[in-house]
């Protein structure tokens, strides 16, 4: 896993783009105008700061020590680094990815949410 194919996969969901409001180098994917992946350098392998809930944060950090740790630069509550070492299995991080980009189109404003709606039902059929 690296920056370029979790782009790739992010750039699939309803609503997103990829910004650089940091430094020219330093990717970020929006949905709106909202972040949930930063991505950015762990030592020297590329990481990705994620959006997850409290007890998932937790979880993950125990489940993978040393590769899952609290976000770097960011709420350690809520965001975790992901670095992507080959230590977090690909579907791992895809799926937290999925997670954090849901967790922030739940915090949208409900018109944000509705005007994602039908792309957010056809992306993510298990929704409902």
Do not use: C
């Not at 997103?16 to 991505?39: G, R």
């Not at 809930?53 to 630069?73: C, F, K």
């Not at 980009?101 to 409900?110: E, F, N, Q, S």
């Amino acid at each position: 896993m690296n920056h370029d194919k979790l782009i790739t996969i992010g750039l699939g969901y309803p609503g997103t783009s990829v910004k650089t409001p940091f430094e020219p180098d330093l990717q970020v994917l929006y949905v709106k105008e909202k972040m949930f992946a930063l991505f950015g350098h762990t030592g020297e392998n590329e990481s990705v700061n994620l959006k997850t809930s409290p007890d998932e944060a937790w979880l993950q950090r125990e489940t993978y020590p040393g590769a899952v740790l609290p976000g770097y630069h960011m709420n350690k509550r809520h965001w975790n680094t992901v670095v992507l070492n080959g230590e977090v299995p690909e579907a791992v991080v895809e799926s937290m990815m999925k997670e954090s980009y849901l967790l922030v189109v739940a915090g949208m404003t409900k018109k944000a949410q509705a005007e994602l709606a039908g792309s957010l039902k056809r992306a993510f059929p298990e929704l409902g």
